[in-house]
């Protein structure tokens, strides 16, 4: 029972009045019927039917529960309707908005992985039961499919991909492995144990990157594996009778990449692996550049077997134009390679550079394949 505060209020000379204060805070929820009344009797006066000590009857649910309900210190009201508690599922749970009580209203939900089978919010009801029994979760294999559309293969020329499943299935479709050149349309479908299945399509196209074609040298010929200019491919070439091999007997097909930042990431490409020959001019029109870019074309062969790359610089930024056999270097990055190896942009200018990347001879003058050949079979340690 609520304390009483008594107040004694008196007007004048005429009379007093005694007032009854009491806390006026709801305790337990009110009564809600769909069909008949609710009347309570509270210690505090009608006015105050959900306080702790009120005491309610319900005229249409008599038969179906207790004549009368009291407001009990747990927020409840005694003998109140309520439905079997509903059991944790594996793999999922719920929450319901008042238990098991009367009119509660509970909704699943599953854990990641599983999909729910069967209602997904039950009710308690008059007659103490669920409208609907118990949901099952029932676990669906998920497939992640690749979000990329296009690969370049590898060196062998061949692309092996495999889907990634997140748990243990059996898995049906094109068998995981080498995938060439070309368009492949892949399907798969996961099942679980319990026969539930997931699927994933897509595309994947397999690109090779290609060097530029190698002919053979004079009174030689040259025997290359895979298709002969694709990245990774090795060409070995050997003389016919009568006839020594100069240079190296094997070359090795190498993809350059002109997209980067610096021009010390283009060359840290060539370490260890080729040696460059850089030529410079104010413009293709004068005699020196044209001179030395028309010998070279008929020395690739011998070019290739010693290792050697040409880089060509020519023009003054920003109309700079910068290549590297058929890939142009963007005109930013030319013109880091000229002030890196500092190069002039007002004069014809060649220089070699050994594999490891030391600076070996400049010119300011063009000079003849067979000259550029000797220098570099007699460099130091080359010869051995």
């Not at 959900?50 to 309900?69: D, I, T």
């Amino acid at each position: 029972m609520h304390s009483c505060i008594v107040l004694a209020v008196c007007l004048g000379s005429l009379s007093c009045w005694k007032l009854n204060l009491r806390p006026r805070t709801p305790w337990c929820a009110p009564i809600k019927v769909k069909h008949g009344n609710v009347s309570c009797r509270s210690p505090g006066g009608e006015y105050y039917g959900n306080v702790m000590g009120s005491r309610c009857k319900r005229g249409y649910e008599v038969q179906h529960g207790h004549a009368e309900v009291v407001c009990m210190a747990s927020k409840h009201w005694s003998g109140k309707i309520h439905c079997p508690k509903l059991q944790m599922p594996a793999n999922g749970g719920y929450t319901c908005s008042d238990g098991s009580y009367l009119n509660s209203r509970c909704q699943f939900f599953c854990s990641p992985g599983y999909n729910l089978k069967g209602p997904n919010t039950v009710t308690c009801q008059y007659h103490k039961t669920w409208t609907s029994g118990e949901s099952v979760y029932v676990d669906i294999p998920v497939i992640k499919c690749p979000n990329l559309k296009e690969k370049t293969a590898e060196p062998s020329r061949q692309l092996f991909y495999l889907p990634k499943a997140f748990f243990s299935v059996i898995l049906k479709g094109k068998p995981p492995g080498h995938f060439p050149e070309g368009l492949h349309k892949m399907s798969y479908t996961v099942y679980d144990r319990a026969g539930n299945k997931g699927s994933c399509r897509f595309s994947i196209r397999v690109r090779v990157r290609r060097c530029s074609p190698m002919t053979p040298p004079d009174n030689g010929f040259m025997k290359c594996d895979s298709d002969g200019n694709n990245y990774g491919a090795t060409c070995e070439f050997k003389c016919t009778g009568g006839y020594e091999l100069q240079g190296s007997a094997a070359r090795v097909s190498m993809n350059i990449n002109v997209g980067v930042r610096t021009a010390s990431g283009l060359l840290d490409q060539f370490y260890e692996k080729r040696r460059l020959l850089i030529i410079s001019a104010p413009t293709a029109a004068i005699h020196y550049y044209r001179f030395q870019m028309t010998d070279l074309q008929h020395a690739q062969c011998g070019l290739d077997l010693r290792h050697v790359t040409v880089i060509e610089l020519v023009g003054i930024y920003p109309a700079q134009i910068g290549r590297i056999r058929h890939r142009l270097i963007p005109p930013g990055l030319a013109l880091q390679l000229r002030l890196l190896l500092q190069i002039s942009h007002n004069n014809f200018n060649m220089v070699m550079i050994d594999k490891q990347g030391m600076d070996r001879e400049r010119y300011t003058y063009p000079i003849t394949s067979a000259q550029i050949f000797t220098t570099i079979d007699t460099w130091q340690g080359r010869v051995d």
